[in-house]
C-alpha cells in the first residue's frame, strides 16, 4: 500500500519536475560564456524566481522520493 502511493507520488514530482525545466527560459546559458549576451548579473523575478523555487523544490522531492524506495 505504502509503495503504491510512494510510487505514484514519484511520477506525480517526475512530470512535475520536467515539465518545470522544460518551462525555464534557455537564453542565459553557455552563450554567455562564448561571447554571448548576459555579462552582468540579472536578478529572477516574477514567474521566473517562482519557477526556479518550484524546480528547487520539486527536485528536493524527487530525491526525497527516490530515497524512499530504499526503505520500502
Known amino acids: 500500500?505504502?509503495?503504491t502511493?510512494?510510487?505514484v507520488f514519484?511520477?506525480?514530482v517526475s512530470i512535475s519536475l520536467l515539465l518545470a525545466i522544460?518551462?525555464?527560459n534557455r537564453s542565459s546559458g553557455l552563450s554567455?560564456?562564448?561571447g554571448g549576451t548576459g555579462g552582468f548579473y540579472v536578478e529572477k523575478r516574477g514567474a521566473e524566481k517562482v519557477l526556479y523555487r518550484a524546480t528547487q523544490i520539486?527536485?528536493?522531492l524527487f530525491v526525497l522520493s527516490s530515497l524512499g524506495?530504499?526503505?520500502v
Open 22 to 24: 522544460l518551462a525555464q
Open 32 to 34: 554567455a560564456t562564448f
Open 58 to 60: 520539486l527536485t528536493g
Open 69 to 71: 524506495f530504499l526503505f
Open 1 to 3: 500500500m505504502l509503495g
Open 5 to 7: 502511493v510512494l510510487l
Open 10 to 12: 514519484h511520477i506525480v
